[in-house]
């Protein structure tokens, strides 16, 4: 099994509204990150887990939350988002979180608020 | 700090050949690179790690210059499967915490 798993394929949201955005792999990595990715722009790096810790938060804004619970799992909670927001988010993982091997992307959650 | 890639975007007619740079104004640990089609998740193609390597992949391979902080991605023969954005993502050497940033993407489009 190579694949990274993400749900929901869409979410569209009120400002107001929690939602969560989850990811799941079994492949045995130890790290898993979450990327946005804005149209015709590249991906973007917000959080990085390694063994289940946050290890790379990049200044993302409170509003979102993640969540490793355990090795196979990331979730990415949202709340009081903004329309500027809206992109695709994509999770990725990979054996370790050294860069010395490939990242296995989802084929992402689109969001869209409101 | 975000890579440099060039060109922009390239149009190729099937069978033809073609060069993606990617320049670094810092010293690189590793360099990667993913091809990512419309609607579709990333997917990777290679990995080039300090000590100058190249790679090959079918018919696509790459090269990393570590003096020069640049990697170049040849796509020979090119197909019409080969269409999509292609970003190269480098990762600084030093440093504790590893952080890929990729480019802004080149886009291929390959045309019968």
């Known amino acids: 099994d190579t694949e990274v798993t993400q749900t929901p394929k869409h979410l569209v949201m009120g400002m107001t509204n929690k939602k969560s955005l989850k990811c799941e792999q079994h492949m045995g990595h130890r790290a898993m990150y979450w990327y946005k990715q804005k149209a015709k722009k590249p991906p973007e790096l917000m959080f990085v887990?390694?063994?289940?810790?946050?290890?790379i938060n990049e200044s993302v804004p409170s509003r979102f939350s993640p969540e490793c619970p355990n090795s196979s799992l990331l979730n990415l909670h949202l709340h009081a988002l903004q329309p500027e927001d809206s992109a695709l988010y994509l999770c990725?993982?990979?054996?370790?979180?050294?860069?010395?091997?490939?990242?296995?992307f989802g084929e992402g959650s689109r969001l869209t608020v409101l | 700090q975000q890579p440099v890639q060039s060109p922009q975007a390239v149009i190729l007619r099937e069978g033809e050949d073609a060069v993606i740079n990617c320049s670094s104004s810092?010293?690189?640990?590793?360099v990667h690179w993913y091809r990512q089609k419309h609607g579709e998740a990333p997917v990777f193609l290679m990995i080039?790690?300090?000590?100058?390597e190249q790679k090959g992949h079918d018919k696509i391979s790459a090269s990393f210059n570590e003096k020069k902080q640049q990697s170049s991605l040849y796509l020979t023969a090119s197909q019409l499967s080969y269409s999509g954005t292609y970003f190269c993502g480098t990762v600084p050497s030093g440093g504790s915490n590893y952080k890929l940033t990729f480019g802004k993407g080149t886009l291929l489009t390959v045309n019968p």
């Open positions: 810092k010293a690189l640990y590793s």
């Open positions: 990725a993982s990979s054996q370790g979180a050294d860069y010395t091997g490939e990242l296995f």
């Open positions: 887990y390694s063994y289940e810790k946050l290890s």
């Open positions: 080039l790690l300090k000590g100058g």
